[in-house]
Each structure stands twice: as structure tokens, then as C-alpha cells.
């Protein structure tokens, strides 16, 4: 008797966690893709913090399809995690999945990209809107007040969403510019279709904004093989390595709005730490972009 007693109480220390926080308390995370940079970036903080912070974590990552992290979240309810962090594929499509979580008492944090139409424990993120602006403001100063802009999007992505009200709100400011073209190009080779085809229907454009590094680079592309690379300024969005080293050495590249996702990764696993440990968190958590230029 006083044998298994002993193992018992060993198990339970070894349970403990640094602080209040058990690590039989899993963590789940659902992530939109591990095809990109950034969202490499985000795992390994994250990944790294759950080491630092002596908790469990499991990461799924949906690779861009919605019914994928559906069914994601639904195998983090039956294994009982304690919190979800997900960054959604679909900010609205999502909004089952969660529910559902949160019905079965998990509290679930929203990372870089926003849930729409449910309240989250905390949302932590880039504030795209004033990125947006950013791009907005550099892309005016590139094209010396006038111009045709086309932008590339991502319409389904709140994040991108709000980057892209925002550049528009900046360019609103500049009457002598357009914005001529705006389509959807997800991948970067759908990026670079778009961007071809908007370069054939309008000529005459002298900016592109892509909604991400990948899209940038693609509309980069497209711009030199149209021999348009004296005339068209292209600016992205996120910073990553490609991009900045894109940045300074390709003159077509002129800027790509910077963020910061191991600062994302770190900030959204303390937060669930901390809702693990019983601490009320911030509902909102942003994190101020940068601008990289040459």
C-alpha cells in the first residue's frame, strides 16, 4: 500500500507543470497551413513556448481546406483538450467548429486570423487594418501620388479583409490614383495568374498589392516576364525572409509590410497558459506591424 502511494505522488509531480498548470492539460492548435513561411515561423514558437512553459501541445495543421480543420477541432473535443488555438481557413466557415468547442466548455483563441460571428477567448494578431494603411501610404509615396493600382486577394481571410480596406482607405486620400483591378490569387501560382491577366487587361499598371509574401513575388514575376519591370511597383504583405531579400535586391519589389509571427506563436500560447491557470486574458492582442524597404 504504501508502495503504490509513493507511485502515485511521483506520478502527480511529474504531472506539474512550472506553475498552477497540469501538463495533462492539452493544448490544441489548428493551423491554416505549414506551406508558408510565416505559419512555419508560428508552430515553432509556439511549439517552442509549450517546451519553455512545461505544457502539452498538439498541432494540426488543415493545409488551406476548411473540412480538414473541421475535423480537426471536432478530434480535439473527443480527446478532451483544455483550449484551442486556431487560425481559421475560413474566418465564417469556422464558426461551427467553434461553437461546438466551446459548447463542450473549451475555450478557444483565435491567431492572425480572425473568427467572425462568435466571440473567442482572445484574438491575437497583426493589426492588418493598420497595416493596410502602411501599404496604402508607401504605395502613394512609390507612385508619386498617381497611378493604376491591382490588388491580390484573398477574400475569405478576415485578416486579408482588413488589409485590404485598409490600403483602400490609405489610397482614398489620393484622387489621381485607381484602383483598376482587384482579383483573387490564393497560391502563388494562382498569384501569378491573376497577375498576368490583369497586366494583359490593363496595361497600364503601375502598383501592385499582394495580400502576401507568396502573392507578391508572383505578381513580381509576372511583372518582369511582361517587360514591365520600369513601370510597375509591387508591395506585399507579411515579411518574411524571401520577401525582404526580395526587397533588396529585385527593384520591382519596393516594400512588404512586416509581421511578426514569432511574437504571435509566443503570445498565443502564453495566453492559453494563462486561461489554463484561471487568469482573465485580453479579448484583443494586437501586434503592430513594420514596414521593410530598400
Known amino acids: 500500500m504504501k508502495k503504490r502511494f509513493k507511485h ?18 492539452l493544448i490544441g492548435a489548428s493551423l491554416l497551413t505549414q506551406q508558408h513561411p510565416f505559419y512555419i515561423e508560428l508552430a515553432d514558437a509556439m511549439k517552442s513556448q509549450a517546451k519553455e512553459r512545461n505544457v502539452d501541445l498538439e498541432v494540426a495543421i488543415a493545409n488551406q481546406d476548411l473540412g480538414k480543420q473541421l475535423a480537426d477541432v471536432e478530434d480535439f473535443i473527443v480527446k478532451g483538450v483544455k483550449v484551442i488555438i486556431i487560425s481559421p481557413v475560413d474566418s465564417k466557415g469556422v464558426l461551427p467548429a467553434i461553437k461546438k468547442a466551446q459548447s463542450a466548455g473549451i475555450k478557444v483563441i483565435a491567431v492572425d486570423v480572425p473568427a467572425e460571428g462568435v466571440e473567442v477567448a482572445s484574438y491575437i ?5 493598420a497595416g493596410g494603411i502602411k501599404a496604402g501610404e508607401l504605395m502613394a509615396k512609390e507612385l508619386n501620388r498617381k497611378g493604376n493600382v491591382a490588388i491580390i486577394d484573398y477574400p475569405t481571410v478576415q485578416s486579408v479583409v482588413a488589409r485590404i480596406d485598409g490600403f483602400k482607405q490609405a489610397l482614398s486620400d489620393y484622387p489621381d490614383i485607381k484602383i483598376v483591378a482587384q482579383q483573387t490569387g490564393i497560391t502563388r501560382a494562382e498569384a501569378l495568374a491573376v497577375a498576368q491577366n490583369m497586366l494583359q487587361a490593363n496595361p497600364n499598371i503601375q502598383g501592385i498589392f499582394g495580400f502576401g509574401d ?11 516576364s511582361a517587360g514591365l519591370q ?3 511597383k509591387v508591395i506585399g504583405f507579411d515579411g518574411m525572409q524571401e520577401a525582404r ?8 519589389m519596393v516594400g512588404v509590410i512586416r509581421q511578426y509571427p514569432d511574437k504571435m506563436g509566443k503570445a498565443a500560447l502564453d495566453t492559453a497558459v494563462n486561461i489554463l ?14 514596414v521593410y524597404t530598400k
Open 8 to 25: 502515485l505522488v511521483l506520478g502527480c509531480v511529474m504531472a506539474v507543470g512550472c506553475g498552477s498548470v497540469w501538463a495533462a492539460d
Open 245 to 252: 531579400d526580395a526587397v533588396d535586391a529585385d527593384p520591382v
Open 230 to 232: 520600369d513601370q510597375v
Open 125 to 129: 494578431g497583426t493589426d492588418n487594418y
Open 277 to 290: 491557470a484561471g487568469e482573465n486574458v485580453a479579448k484583443e492582442q494586437p501586434i503592430e506591424p513594420g
Open 214 to 224: 507568396d502573392a507578391a513575388l508572383a505578381a513580381a514575376v509576372a511583372v518582369k
